[in-house]
């Protein structure tokens, strides 16, 4: 999957403001709500790109989203594969991405670019769905 993830500026005064307002735990609540709107947004958007190559369908099944959870001071959703499965998706997902060789010969599958595509077309939306429940949770 794609290294990097979705940065949103403007995020942490929004923040500040909201803690002037509120409990800390209740910011905690909100911002993980917030989060995980956006996280679902992006996480049906992989689908829908995924969906594109869909063979057995155990890549498009396997597209989790994460619960936020607070990594390095920062709160943050993984969105990737479950792998939990027997399937196991996430060990061959970079081989539809990028494309492999195989005796010299270059593979370049249906699947090429499809995550990143996916990812780059979700950016927007999730902000416009963070910023929706955060105006939702603020009433």
């Known amino acids: 999957m794609a290294s990097g993830g979705v940065t949103f500026t403007g995020w942490d005064e929004t923040i500040k403001k909201l803690e ?8 905690s609540r909100i911002e993980n709500k917030a989060l995980s709107a956006g996280a679902r947004v ?10 594109s190559y869909m063979d057995t369908g155990a890549t498009f099944n ?5 619960k936020p959870r607070l990594r390095s001071g920062h709160r943050s959703v993984k969105i990737g594969w479950a792998g939990d499965g027997s399937k196991q998706r996430w ?7 990028f494309g492999y060789t195989r ?6 599958p249906r699947g090429l670019g499809k995550v990143q ?3 780059d077309s979700s950016k ?3 902000k416009t769905a963070q910023v929706a429940e955060l105006k939702r949770l603020v009433k």
Request: net charge positive; hydrophobic share 45%; aromatic share 10%.
């Open 124 to 126: 927007d939306a999730a």
């Open 20 to 27: 002037e307002k509120f409990s800390p735990a209740k910011v």
């Open 117 to 119: 595509s996916a990812f």
């Open 103 to 108: 005796f010299g010969k270059t593979y370049s």
């Open 91 to 97: 060990r061959l997902v970079h081989l539809n991405e």
């Open 42 to 51: 992006i996480k049906a958007n992989l689908k829908h790109g995924v969906a």
């Open 62 to 66: 396997e597209v989790v989203a994460g």
